[in-house]
Nanobody, 122 residues
Framework: QVQLVESGGNLVQAGGSLRLSCAAS????????MGWYRQAPGKQRELVAA???????NYADSVKGRFTISGDNAKNTVSLQMNSLKPEDTAAYYC????????????????WGQGTQVTVSS
């Protein structure tokens, strides 16, 4: 099994910064993508940013230029640096990974963290 543990969520004023971190642990054969999704109350979960094992990144239009995703393949970690935060960034942020567990290296699975709350006050 693969577990994802997030940290870094907090309450911050508009214009401030936060850094979210996520570490994957367990029996991991390989991870191809790690990233962050978010879900605000009453809204669907949406992609915020993702990074492949090759370093290719993808961002939601709403966070381009403000958020930066980075990953460490050796440590199976991913971080999200969030600057110039806005009240509309308020949401539960979920770490995501797509990978192959050691027990089934031929099959890719999607894994999710339990979420960390980011609240941006105006």
């Amino acid at each position: 099994q693969v577990q994802l543990v997030e940290s870094g969520g907090n309450l911050v004023q508009a214009g401030g910064s936060l850094r979210l971190s996520c570490a994957a642990s367990g029996s991991i054969f390989s991870i191809s993508v790690m990233g962050w999704y978010r879900q605000a109350p009453g809204k669907q979960r949406e992609l915020v940013a993702a990074i492949t094992s090759g370093g290719i990144t993808n961002y939601a239009d709403s966070v381009k230029g403000r958020f930066t995703i980075s990953g460490d393949n050796a440590k199976n970690t991913v971080s999200l640096q969030m600057n110039s935060l806005k009240p509309e960034d308020t949401a539960a942020y979920y770490c995501y990974a797509r990978g192959r567990p050691g027990s089934s290296p031929l099959i890719e699975y999607n894994y999710w963290g339990q979420g960390t709350q980011v609240t941006v006050s105006s």
